[in-house]
Nanobody, 120 residues
Framework: VQLQASGGGLVQAGGFLRLSCTASGSGFSINAMGWYRQAPGNQRELVATITSESITNYADSVQGRFTISMDGAKKTVYLQMSGLKPEDTAVYLC???????????????WGQGTLVTVSS
């Protein structure tokens, strides 16, 4: 399973961006997808995740500003970001937890990341 993320860029504070990440491959089902971020000098942190049952989880710092959604048919997860702040500046990494059809063992893959820069 491979992930391809897109949608990052430069935006002014208060602006919005939408990130997309599509999983490719065959013979697998998605348990969950999500977004993490890593700013220079900081550890990777959770932004938001969504399960195949549409159960979502958000970091407190983005709650109410970011919305995660997933199109299962397209195997794509979206992150709609609004009210962006300079502290949201980071490389955003897509994550997928998946399993082969008929198997229970869960695997995990990471995308290459997309840079989001918020200017003040």
């Amino acid at each position: 399973v491979q992930l391809q993320a897109s949608g990052g860029g430069l935006v002014q504070a208060g602006g919005f961006l939408r990130l997309s990440c599509t999983a490719s491959g065959s013979g697998f089902s998605i348990n969950a997808m999500g977004w993490y971020r890593q700013a220079p000098g900081n550890q990777r942190e959770l932004v938001a995740t969504i399960t195949s049952e549409s159960i979502t989880n958000y970091a407190d710092s983005v709650q109410g500003r970011f919305t995660i959604s997933m199109d299962g048919a397209k195997k794509t997860v979206y992150l709609q970001m609004s009210g962006l702040k300079p502290e949201d500046t980071a490389v955003y990494l897509c994550n997928i937890r998946w399993r082969y059809y008929g198997r229970t063992f869960e695997r995990q893959n990471w995308g290459q990341g997309t840079l989001v820069t918020v200017s003040s």
